[in-house]
């Protein structure tokens, strides 16, 4: 292998190297999101958005553009919080170009607090869960990925009502 065979080995590993860095850094960021969801810690969840990001579905049908529109709907969120709890992530497909990136997830969540289908009883364990996905875009801002999109959809079949 020559010199110059040698610089272009390594400075394409080196590329790989920076696209794993930053997919694990993506994983991270999309990782703690949800367990600030779950823990109800609405503010630290909007310092995951980019200052121009877009969130489309968290409240159905309502997109909010920018990081203050955003940080309004968790602080209106945060006064009628969801269950804590409950919810898993899995299934991430990252893809890095720069300092852009696009992936989505499945999102799973438990619900632990329903009324069961026969008598209309409350149940406290968990039982049935929802399936959603998020559709993002990232973006590195001031050297850290943060959301530039962030669409959330129910692309599968709706729950049993009778279990909400």
Known sequence: MTFEELEQKVAFLEEKVRALEDIEEIRQLHTNYIYWLSNHEFDKMVECFAEDAVEEGIVPGV????????????????????????????????????????????????????????????????????QRRYDMEYVKENGKWRFGKLKFTDPWPEPDPRLA
């Not at 940080?71 to 919810?87: C, D, I, L």
């Open 63 to 130: 997109q909010h553009k920018g990081k203050e529109e955003i940080a309004q709907m968790f602080r209106e969120m945060a006064a009628n919080p969801p269950q804590k709890g409950g919810h898993m992530l899995i299934q991430p497909v990252i893809s890095v170009d720069g300092d852009r990136a696009a992936g989505y997830w499945i999102m799973y969540r438990l619900i632990y607090k329903f009324k069961g289908i026969s008598g209309g009883q409350d149940i406290d364990l968990f039982g049935p869960r929802v």
